[in-house]
């Protein structure tokens, strides 16, 4: 018998700007401005936004201060007061990626209303 398997949703690319608690799955660029090894987490930063990133230990360990990276992960609902957390799934390295060019895709993506 064939095993039916949980599909995820699609990745949302956004800007830590625009990220809510309603989003499920997105995917988010920064750069690595903060490592806390007490609880595997991460901070990114663009566009002077920053955003908390849940890490698994083996990520945790792969991700270096001061590289950009686009992380794919699962939006958590803040706690009272506190901004959304991403529990991250992948991790990719986009140290470089031109970001004057990712800055153009990311309107024209906007505007055409693609995902």
Do not use: H
Request: no cysteine; aromatic share 4%; net charge negative.
């Amino acid at each position: 018998m064939e095993e039916k398997r949980k599909k995820r949703n699609v990745a949302i690319e956004k800007r830590i700007s625009e990220l809510t608690e309603d989003d499920l799955r997105v995917k988010v660029l920064g750069e690595v401005i903060e490592k806390d090894p007490s609880n595997n987490s991460i901070i990114i930063e663009y566009n002077g936004e920053n955003l908390t990133i849940l890490l698994d230990d083996k990520m945790f360990k792969s991700v270096e201060k001061g590289k950009i990276i686009r992380v794919i992960g699962i939006v958590a609902p803040p706690l009272e007061g506190e901004k959304v957390e991403l529990k991250g799934e992948v991790i990719q390295n986009f140290t470089d990626l031109n970001l004057g060019l990712y800055e153009k895709y990311l309107k024209l993506k906007n505007i055409e209303n693609i995902e």
